[in-house]
């Protein structure tokens, strides 16, 4: 049993693309399937793909599948002995312009809490919705910008790469939205560019903070504001306007970003190789 682990450990630890999409694949399954198990048992529709009216979808469809899950992971990073590389402070930072991400994140999320009709929708979902989304935090961002970020850089992979291997995977893990949602192709593809867009402001969030936990709060504080605002928006509030563009913001503040991050990480590249020449 020692040697198995042992095993694990280093061919978990040599890191790169192809172990990067092995977990995603063996992560993606295994939440489908116990989401489809739990799906046989308690007959309520998934609150992240249409069951948002009522707090038992939600805890049954998106928060019950999402605890197991994230004992599974966390189990599975203890085994690797990840645990305190993930959690600890990063040791790789970042620059001030990279708060733009988190901070347009957030006011879009402030913005959609402070627009939603807490009335009409009812203390219970509310609170199954807020719980849902911290472990919606905990769970993608454990993946993606835990083991994905950690799984590159232990394969010797640059920033760039690692960036875009985070933020790809994370939409590519939407994908499955196509067939297990009544949404369309072009919703999507939009959702996938959303996410990618996304996901390269939560990799400048952990870059900036040097710590997982932001991302993880930051990303917990979306979900719940973007599907509650969605079905109990107020009406004539100002602010409606944010959440409303949302998905535009983030995709135009994303791929900037990603812009700025791509030449920033090119300089300080070259600074490093001309640093060590000399």
């Given amino acids: 049993m020692a040697e198995q682990s042992s095993a694990g450990k280093r061919f978990w630890n040599r890191g790169g693309i192809w172990r990067v999409l092995l ?16 799906g046989l048992v308690v007959h309520v529709e998934d609150g992240r793909h249409g069951g948002t009216d009522s707090a038992a979808s939600v805890f049954f469809g998106t928060a019950l599948p999402l605890i197991i899950t994230s004992l599974l992971l966390l189990g599975f ?39 939603i009709d807490y009335g009409k929708a009812g203390i219970p ?19 993606t910008r835990g083991f994905v970020v950690n799984l590159m850089r232990k394969g010797g992979h640059g920033e760039i790469a690692v960036a875009l ?26 959702q996938i560019v959303y996410t990618f867009a996304f996901g390269i402001c939560m990799y400048l969030i952990l870059r900036v903070t ?15 504001s973007i599907f509650l605002f969605g079905e109990f928006h107020t009406t ?35 600074a490093e190789v001309a640093a060590s020449a000399s």
């Fill in 23 to 38: 977990l995603a694949a063996v992560y993606l399954g295994v939440y489908e399937l116990i989401g489809f198990l739990i």
């Fill in 77 to 115: 990073a203890a085994s690797v002995g990840w645990l305190k590389e993930l959690f600890s402070r990063q040791a790789l930072g970042g620059r001030r312009w990279m708060w733009i991400g988190l901070i347009v994140v957030l006011v879009i999320n402030v913005a959609a809490l402070l627009s």
């Fill in 125 to 143: 979902l509310v609170g199954t919705w807020l719980f849902a989304g911290l472990l919606i935090g905990l769970v993608e961002e454990l993946v």
């Fill in 165 to 190: 291997a985070s933020a790809g995977i994370f939409a590519a893990l939407h994908f499955t939205n196509l067939f297990t949602s009544e949404q369309g192709l072009g919703t999507t593809l939009v």
């Fill in 210 to 224: 040097r710590t997982l936990i932001a991302p993880m709060l930051v990303h917990a504080s979306t979900d719940p």
């Fill in 236 to 270: 004539g509030n100002p602010l409606i306007l944010l959440p409303t563009l949302s998905t535009y913001i983030v995709i135009v503040t994303g791929f900037i970003l990603l812009i700025v991050f791509l030449v920033s990480e090119r300089r300080r590249r070259r």
